[in-house]
């Protein structure tokens, strides 16, 4: 088990970033922080002034800024990447993958050297259940990404890459790693990324692209009937930031973790038409639930259900936090950034 200690994480400020740097100092680590602000724009943090976190406003594809903060420590996370919802897939098909591999390739570039020259342990890359956009297989083992075809989406395809870096690496250059792959996070911080257009979405103009702050700001600004993307029997495992912040330092902490890849997500499916109903009710009570089908994007995958036996198995891992549970953190704050003018 790997004890106290400090870790550079790329992205640090972004939606993700923020749960996994507050579950690292709750538990002893010192955290150096990198994100250049890109996709929110400047935010503050609660943990803004702890005194084992230090954070940098900068480039994560500068290698030599990159080698200057990973000099003293012990491992890094590579979670700086443009990220966004299904509109992202199409509207920057070349850019999601032209940036996020040169992410990839700085982040990797300064991991072995310092794995080589100073006393870096691991990199953790932080992929994504896109690598198994195409599979057809149920659930989902890891493992699978290297026998279904690949995604179809630049966006999955590059994860995928990313991996492969991984890979690479470990061959050439014995780099330890762990691969984490979430699945589908929710909860409080994501707000309306600077790169995503507006999107309408029947009569509200703001429409977001992840489909659970998408769903609570429409039903808070009082769209009836509900407007969904397809059919809403799309199949999704939605999993509380707080769980996959836990999973992700479990990997970081446990020797067990090193040169694997784990699934990170509950255990729980649900539809997006199920989504959309518990939404509802928990705003409107018992007013009659009504929706229209929007048609969907092109890479609206049907259907993502992980196998999450490997970590529970290996890590101890289970995301506790039910789908009720987490709404009712994130109806309340997304309902203050709507007033704040936030979404």
Not at 24 to 46: A, F, P, T, W
Not at 207 to 223: F, G, I, N, Y
Not at 304 to 311: D, F, G, M
Request: one cysteine or more.
């Amino acid at each position: 088990m790997f004890l106290e200690m400090k870790i550079l994480i790329t992205g640090s400020a972004g939606f993700i970033g923020g749960y996994l740097v507050q579950e690292l100092l709750e538990h002893g680590h010192e955290v150096i922080g990198l994100d250049n602000y890109s996709k929110y724009g400047k935010v503050e943090k609660s943990y803004d002034h702890h005194k084992n976190f230090i954070f940098v406003e900068g480039d994560a594809k500068d290698v030599n800024l990159l080698k200057d903060l990973i000099s003293d420590c012990d491992q890094a996370v590579a979670l700086a990447a443009i990220i966004g919802g299904i509109s992202l897939f199409h509207e920057l098909a070349y850019d999601l993958l032209a940036e996020n591999e040169r992410l990839t390739a700085a982040i990797f570039d300064a991991c072995i050297w310092a794995f080589q020259k100073k006393k870096l342990k691991k990199i953790n890359v932080i992929s994504s259940s896109m690598v198994f956009e195409s599979t057809s297989t149920f659930p989902t083992l890891e493992g699978e990404q290297l026998k279904c075809p690949p995604p179809l989406s630049t966006y999955g395809f590059q994860k995928l890459a990313s991996e492969y870096f991984t890979k690479g690496a470990y061959e050439q250059y014995a780099l330890p790693y762990t691969i984490i792959r979430p699945f589908n996070a929710i909860g409080i911080g994501e707000k309306r990324a600077k790169l995503e257009r507006d999107i309408l979405s029947g009569n509200i103009k703001l429409a977001m692209s992840h489909v659970v702050p998408d769903l609570v700001q429409k039903v808070l600004k009082d769209q009836d009937p509900l407007h969904i993307l397809g059919k809403g029997n799309q199949i999704r495992h939605y999993t509380y930031a707080g769980d996959l912040a836990k999973g992700m330092r479990i990997c970081i902490e446990s020797e067990k973790s090193i040169n694997e890849d784990f699934n990170l997500s509950t255990n729980v499916s649900t539809t997006v038409l199920e989504l959309a109903k518990l939404v509802w009710q928990k705003i409107n009570g018992d007013k009659p639930f009504r929706y229209v089908s929007d048609p969907p994007f092109k890479y609206d995958v049907q259907k993502r259900i992980p196998s999450v036996e490997k970590a529970k198995r290996i890590l101890g891992f289970e995301a506790t936090t039910s789908l009720s549970e987490a709404l009712d953190e994130i109806i309340p704050w997304i309902e203050k950034q709507i007033e704040i003018g936030g979404i």
